[in-house]
């Protein structure tokens, strides 16, 4: 059905088509529910990638001993700080 301006619009009867068809298949609305309680990046996460990849390491950081936060919460400022430490102690 195409309106005054030339673009086509979807019908009733399709859209009520679209959605029988779609409500039939279980796979639908399995995809449905979980994408509607969980956020889309963990829906479509592609398990088959994640195992797939090699977590072992190509270099190897010479480091000291841990610093202690003291459950400050500041674990990421610590860990990045840590980093510059060994280049500043080398210096």
Do not use: Y
Request: with cysteine.
């Amino acid at each position: 059905m195409s309106d005054t301006s030339g673009t086509t619009s979807i019908s009733a009867a399709q859209l009520a088509a679209f959605r029988q068809s779609f409500q039939s298949d279980p796979k639908n609305r399995l995809a449905m529910n979980a994408i509607t309680k969980n956020p889309v990046q963990t829906v479509a996460l592609n398990r088959d990638i994640v195992a797939g990849t090699d977590h072992t390491f190509s270099h190897q950081l010479k480091t000291n001993e841990a610093t202690s936060q003291n459950s400050s919460g500041r674990c990421w400022l610590f860990a990045g700080l840590n980093l510059f430490r060994v280049e500043v102690m080398k210096n």
